[in-house]
């Protein structure tokens, strides 16, 4: 069963980390590797017109579905899901304590930028800055609102530079995603699916194939909340019609059905990114969180060079990829 530490946040989660140890003991692909915070960036890029519209509406204004990236997008600031992702990628790489740092990083950030910030994160880095640090600013917002076992999706679309930092730690990955999760994220919910999509990353860099039956029975062994596991075993094969009928579109295991569903399907990485993103709701989040995975899965050759191209600071995201890959 699941371990939490004194503060509440899950520091053990042992069958996800035998899961993850035991799917491959070959090197991590350099390829792949450098696809998950560039797959990142696309799905995030690609979703960030569109963002909040439904699917009708999407259909109607792009009967293709929306393929292509806004040039302009390089020369402008990262928008948040990208942001706080490199943020947290150079924490772990750079930083003695990384959940400080990038609690440090994230107020920085707010302040200088934070476009495409949340409500909800906002206010935790109000918190933050009046000195709750983390994760009490988070637990003590969840608190606030009732303590609510899941919450929206602003952890999950930045978790991915965890899992390239302990791909071959598992147990490190676990302890380390939740933390960072809860720099601004503290309900159970949110922990445990940033945890989930990072242990199908890690083992994607490993070479492996990670299935969504054996992810949630290690989940659900581990004491995860019950409804994520059936999230994680209700995902269908019209991801894209899922999407759609989902009312809360910003939901975290909505978010992490779109990541899940890209494990196995038959698309392209760009076809199945313009599936995800033409299905309406928070695209450029669903995007993001899809983008890693697909990134990981089949490195980023198989993003296409138009949409790199649209990437603002490319030198800085392939620097904090290597960072992380080795570590000082």
């Not at 930028?113 to 709750?132: C, K």
């Not at 791909?167 to 919910?189: D, K």
């Not at 709701?281 to 969180?289: E, I, M």
């Amino acid at each position: 069963m699941t371990t939490t530490d004194e503060s509440g946040l899950i520091a053990r989660a042992p069958h996800l980390a035998q899961l993850i140890e035991t799917s491959s003991s070959g090197p991590i692909d350099p390829d792949r590797a450098s696809g998950v915070l560039l797959g990142l960036a696309a799905g995030n890029l690609l979703g960030l017109p569109v963002e909040g519209v439904g699917r009708d509406t999407i259909r109607s204004r792009y009967p293709q579905g929306i393929r292509e990236i806004d040039p302009r997008e390089v020369r402008r600031p990262m928008d948040d899901d990208l942001a706080q992702a490199v943020d947290l990628a150079e924490a772990l790489a750079d930083d003695v304590d990384p959940v400080a740092g990038f609690a440090n990083r994230l107020v920085k950030w707010r302040n200088e930028n934070g476009r495409g910030i949340g409500i909800m994160t906002s206010t935790v880095i109000d918190y933050v800055e009046v000195g709750l640090g983390a994760p009490g600013a988070a637990k003590a917002f969840w608190q606030e609102r009732g303590c609510p076992e899941t919450q929206p999706n602003g952890a999950l679309m930045r978790c991915a530079p965890v899992a390239l930092r302990y791909a071959r730690q598992p147990e490190q990955l676990i302890a380390q995603t939740a933390s960072t999760c809860a720099v601004t994220h503290f309900a159970p919910g949110a922990q445990w699916s940033c945890i989930v999509v990072n242990a199908a990353i890690a083992m994607l860099l490993r070479g492996a194939e990670p299935g969504r039956d054996d992810l949630a029975l290690a989940a659900s062994q581990d004491g995860a909340p019950a409804e994520l596991i059936a999230w994680t075993l209700a995902i269908p094969d019209d991801i894209a019609q899922r999407i759609a009928d989902e009312r809360v579109s910003g939901h975290t295991y909505l978010c992490m059905q779109a990541a899940l569903w890209c494990l196995d399907a038959s698309d392209t990485l760009e076809e199945a990114l313009v599936r995800i993103v033409s299905a309406g709701g928070d695209t450029d989040t669903n995007g993001a969180v899809a983008g890693a995975v697909l990134g990981a899965r089949y490195g980023v050759a198989a993003i296409p060079e138009r949409w790199l191209d649209c990437a603002p600071n490319r030198e800085r995201i392939d620097r904090a990829t290597r960072a992380l890959l080795n570590p000082g």
